[in-house]
C-alpha cells in the first residue's frame, strides 16, 4: 500500500539520513492535519488529498515508527510572499498555486535555491512510501 508522506527539508538537514527510491526506510511519521492551511496552497487540492503523513523528527515524544520503501520522490518548491498588510510583512507564506513538483532518484539534503532567479524556494519532498511489508 502505498502513503504520501511529506518530508521537509530541515529535518533532513538538521539530524535525518538522505534517502533513494528502493530504499527502505523507518522514519517517524505524524498523521497530516489536511485542514492546515499550509498544504492546499502548497500542494493543490489532489496531492493534499492523498497526502497521509509528516516525517517528524523533532518531537520530544517521537511519534510511531513507519516502515517502508520508497517508490518515488518529488521535490517541493514554491514562490513565498508576505501577506498582505495588515500581516506581519516579514513572515513568508506560500503564494496560492505555485507548487511545483520534480520526481528524483535520491534527495540533495542541501538543494537550495536562493538566489535563484525565478523566486522559487525549496520546502522538501513528497515520498511515495509502500508500507504494504
Given at each position: 500500500?502505498?502513503?504520501?508522506?511529506?518530508?521537509?527539508?530541515?529535518?533532513?538537514?538538521?539530524?535525518?539520513?538522505?534517502?533513494?527510491?528502493?530504499?527502505?526506510?523507518?522514519?517517524?511519521?505524524l498523521?497530516?492535519?489536511?485542514?492546515?492551511?499550509?498544504?492546499?496552497?502548497?500542494?493543490?487540492?489532489?496531492?493534499?488529498?492523498?497526502?497521509?503523513?509528516?516525517?517528524?523528527?523533532?518531537?520530544?515524544?517521537?511519534?510511531?515508527?513507519?516502515?517502508?520503501?520508497?517508490?518515488?520522490?518529488?521535490?517541493?518548491?514554491?514562490?513565498?510572499?508576505?501577506?498582505?498588510?495588515?500581516?506581519?510583512?516579514?513572515?513568508?507564506?506560500?503564494?496560492?498555486?505555485?507548487?511545483?513538483?520534480?520526481s528524483?532518484?535520491?534527495?540533495?539534503?542541501?538543494?537550495?535555491?536562493?538566489?535563484?532567479?525565478?523566486g522559487?524556494?525549496?520546502?522538501?519532498?513528497?515520498?511515495?512510501?509502500?508500507?504494504?511489508?
Amino acid at each position: 500500500m502505498s502513503r504520501l508522506v511529506y518530508v521537509a527539508s530541515w529535518h533532513i538537514q538538521c539530524c535525518g539520513e538522505e534517502f533513494a527510491v528502493g530504499d527502505r526506510v523507518e522514519w517517524p511519521v505524524l498523521p497530516v492535519d489536511r485542514a492546515d492551511p499550509f498544504w492546499e496552497p502548497l500542494l493543490g487540492p489532489d496531492l493534499t488529498a492523498r497526502l497521509w503523513g509528516t516525517y517528524e523528527g523533532h518531537e520530544e515524544e517521537r511519534p510511531p515508527g513507519v516502515s517502508g520503501t520508497v517508490r518515488g520522490i518529488r521535490t517541493v518548491v514554491c514562490r513565498m510572499a508576505p501577506l498582505p498588510p495588515p500581516a506581519d510583512q516579514r513572515e513568508l507564506h506560500v503564494v496560492p498555486g505555485t507548487g511545483r513538483f520534480e520526481s528524483i532518484d535520491a534527495i540533495d539534503t542541501w538543494l537550495d535555491l536562493h538566489g535563484d532567479p525565478s523566486g522559487l524556494h525549496f520546502t522538501g519532498w513528497l515520498v511515495d512510501l509502500d508500507v504494504s511489508g
